[in-house]
């Protein structure tokens, strides 16, 4: 006898066992039993090979248990020569696996490619989700990081001419209501040389005393004052949050844990793509002809900051006007007619020129 | 369901009598080493194959390539003149991963804003993260068990499959309450309810109809705990003292400051893993040399472990040597030695029926566990 086995996966008797091929049946036979199994050969698969004797290690496809062990001989021979899917078992193992690496491998690249490119659309479908008490919070972080150094310009009739001007403006969404317990938008004004405005998350707007120095119109700052509703409106804080800083980022800032301190941090939130800044121009043209207001404030701004970009250079120029979009570029496509009534009195911008010189 | 002592051995004989140490003689005398034939090449390749696909799959790979080295570790080792099999596949470790994985989302989600939704004060912010943290250490405890059943029954024998008795829940409330116990107990308990969790595994696990038996004592494991807990005790003090009150003084700033940064990292690499050497050797001898492996009609399997604490020393030493100079890249030939090593020092024997001992009749879970596979660096 020689030392091939069968186990027949009911007991863990090693039959010891000769074979022989008959048609698409091999014959498994033992001393006792001549017919011990009979198992059709397109059944058969080889599992593995015995680097140490060489014997080779067969299965069936229909039935995991059972296994046969066959060494070298005339007869497994046969078996493999009369049995291509057995004979080359080693090249179809070999195959098998890279089909399986190369499948992976593709899914691998496809899932880091979505991710790269897909993160910005798919934050801006997660921030339609947060709700806005946690908008808020993550607002009051960087409100504060902001606003330590800086001081809030209180000029009670700036105040109110800018308050007036962003309630005309807001959508209903983002007007107070205490029934629909909405807060609304809040505005401040800050003691900043520097032209600028920002949107934060919490429905909240900033606006430099420089922009209202440089701006030689009411109708610039409700340009300006109404792309940044625009940015409110379409919930870029949040998705700008979730994009640059991560869902595990934000989350953390939104509970106080670590990187609330860090203003560096904070502040990628506030930079925007250049998709985002295009739309919250054409979302704040909307709103300023939805409100009866004249629109062509917003290019006559970006003419100004344009001239003082060619006079001082980059630095006194912020990097959401600076940058992307051109300012050439979104003068023309905001380019508007005249229509519409003015934003402010002329008392009511004259109090708003002055909202930092009351203390 | 616990066999009885007189199981252990044959239905006639009593456990500690003298013709139970006789026997248990004769059988540490008759046991059959267990050998591994696997050699570095193959596994190496195994290796470096998978970690190209792993990074290039971004660690999707990792299941499949898992399942090649098991496959092959398995189909190395021969016990009693048989070479275990591994059954299990890459797809069955992903399943169980992205199973586990929604789970912990589940539970990261309750504790990040858990809290935002009923009520942000502490009460509620402590007590959601204190129920989460209990939840996973819950998950983690289930899964060692169900770990265990996964691998059992991906492993077959002359073509017959381990088993598990039992849920898993169970066994994580019952090891989950003793941690507790042991843990207010500034942690004296720790090696007692390690061997506990181990018992409870081992002894829910079948070997086709053999029910697996383990009765490890516990005092020498809970010594040479004590030992290792005393020696990284003294190694802590020591660099303590050493980096705040001797390296301040050593006037070359940028040799001091090398120092701060040497010592704790040479006391770290050095001493914790030889620290508990001897509890690893301690805990292989009391599972081994008390494992044992019965069925009324098929007979008996016992082990005997020979290893010692010298031994684990200087597999740890030389993995050391071996990992720290290739930045990890050496890990082949580490695995290759301690699977050779193991190997080398576990005895197999007994009395046993072949045509007695019978397949395992419980079902075989459809995935892995995925918690473990997901927190175990290990490649096997």
């Known amino acids: 006898m020689t030392d091939d086995r069968y186990y027949d996966g009911q007991t863990a008797t090693a039959h010891r066992v000769t074979v022989t091929p008959l048609g698409n049946t091999l014959l498994i036979a033992s001393t006792g039993d001549p017919a011990l199994a009979r198992w059709p050969i397109e059944d058969m698969r080889v ?32 078996l493999l020569d009369a049995n291509p899917h057995l004979k080359e078992w080693r090249s179809r193992a070999a195959k098998h696996g890279w089909s399986v ?21 798919g934050s801006a479908y997660l921030a339609r989700f947060v709700p806005k008490p946690w908008e808020q919070k993550l607002g009051a972080h960087i409100y504060k990081a902001i606003t330590k150094n800086l001081t809030i310009c209180e000029g009670n009739g700036g105040k109110a001419a800018l308050r007036q001007l962003v309630d005309r403006l807001a959508p209903p969404e983002l007007q107070k209501d205490a029934g629909k317990k909405q807060e609304g ?38 340009g300006v004052v109404a792309h940044e509703i625009g940015h409110l409106d379409l919930r870029h804080p949040t998705q700008s949050a979730i994009s640059n800083l991560g869902i595990s980022a934000t989350a953390s800032i939104i509970l106080g844990g670590s990187g609330v301190g860090d203003v560096a941090t904070l502040l990628t939130i506030l930079s925007y793509s250049r998709k985002m800044e295009h739309e919250a121009d054409i979302r704040g043209l909307d709103l300023l002809k939805q409100a009866g207001l004249r629109a062509d404030g917003m290019a006559a701004f970006f003419k100004v900051m344009k001239e003082k970009f060619e006079k ?12 992307h979009p051109g300012l050439d570029e979104r003068a023309d496509y905001t380019k508007a007619d005249t229509s519409g009534t003015t934003a402010m009195t002329d008392s009511e911008w004259q109090a708003l020129k002055d909202v930092c010189k009351v203390r | 369901m616990r066999a009885d002592n007189s199981m252990r051995l044959s239905p006639s004989v009593s ?4 013709q139970h140490q006789e026997i248990e003689k004769r059988l540490r005398a008759e046991a059959q080493p267990i050998h591994y034939q696997g050699e570095l090449g193959p596994l190496a390749r195994l290796f470096y194959t998978n970690l190209a696909l792993s990074l290039l799959t971004l660690g999707i790979y990792r299941f499949w390539g898992k399942t090649h080295i098991r496959r092959y570790v398995w189909s190395q080792f021969e016990i009693l003149g048989e070479r275990l099999e591994y059954l299990g596949t890459g797809r069955e470790l992903l399943l169980g991963f992205l199973k586990t994985a929604a789970f912990v989302a589940i539970l990261v989600i309750v504790r990040q804003f858990g809290p935002e939704f009923v009520d942000p004060t502490g009460f509620w912010v402590v007590g959601i993260a204190l129920g989460t943290s209990a939840a996973f250490g819950f998950l983690f405890l289930a899964a060692q068990f169900s770990a265990q059943r996964y691998r059992l029954t991906r492993t077959a024998w002359c073509g017959i499959r381990g088993s598990m008795e039992g849920s898993a829940w169970p066994y994580a409330f019952k ?25 409870l595994r081992i002894s829910a696990s079948r070997f086709g109809s053999m029910r697996a038996n383990l009765e490890p004592g516990r005092s020498v494991c809970f010594w040479t705990f004590m030992l290792g807990s005393l020696i990284v005790g ?118 046993l029926d072949p045509a007695a001992l019978r397949q395992a009749t419980e079902a075989m879970p459809k995935t892995s566990e995925g918690l473990l596979e997901a927190l175990d660096p290990g490649i096997l």
Request: charged share 15%; glycine share 8%; aromatic share 12%.
């Open chain 1, 47 to 78: 599992i593995d090979a015995n680097k140490v004797t060489g014997a080779l290690n067969f299965g069936r496809v229909s039935d995991p248990a059972p296994r046969l062990v066959l060494h070298e001989s005339p007869q497994r021979q046969q």
């Open chain 1, 101 to 121: 690496g190369l499948a992976w491998t593709v899914a691998g690249l496809a899932i880091a490619t979505l991710f790269y490119f897909g993160w910005r659309d």
């Open chain 1, 185 to 222: 938008i809040t505005v401040d004004v800050v003691d900043m040389k520097l032209p600028n405005a920002f949107a934060l998350p919490g429905d909240h707007i900033m606006v430099t005393s420089g922009l209202i120095d440089i701006a030689t119109s009411p109708d610039m700052v409700s």
């Open chain 1, 312 to 323: 001082d250079g980059h630095s006194l120029i912020p990097d959401w006007l600076a940058s």
């Open chain 2, 15 to 18: 456990y500690g009598s003298a």
């Open chain 2, 175 to 199: 090891t989950g309450g003793l941690f507790i116990v042991s843990a207010l107990l500034i942690g004296l308990l720790i090696p007692w309810w390690r061997m506990t969790c181990l018992e």
């Open chain 2, 234 to 351: 003294v190694t802590n003090t020591m660099v303590g003292y050493l980096v705040l009150d001797v390296v301040p003084t050593v006037e070359n700033a940028r040799l001091a400051e090398a120092l701060q940064f040497i010592l704790p990292l040479v006391a770290l690499l050095l001493v914790l893993p030889f620290a508990f050497a001897p509890y690893y050797a301690s805990v292989q001898h009391e599972i081994f040399n008390n494992l044992s492996f019965f069925d009324k009609d098929a007979g008996y399997l016992r082990f005997a472990s020979s290893i010692t604490a010298g031994g684990v020393l200087w597999q740890m030493f030389t993995a050391l040597l071996i990992l720290v100079p290739t930045l990890g890249l050496g890990f082949p030939l580490v695995m290759h030695r301690w699977l050779k090593f193991s190997a080398d020092n576990l005895r197999v024997g007994g009395k």
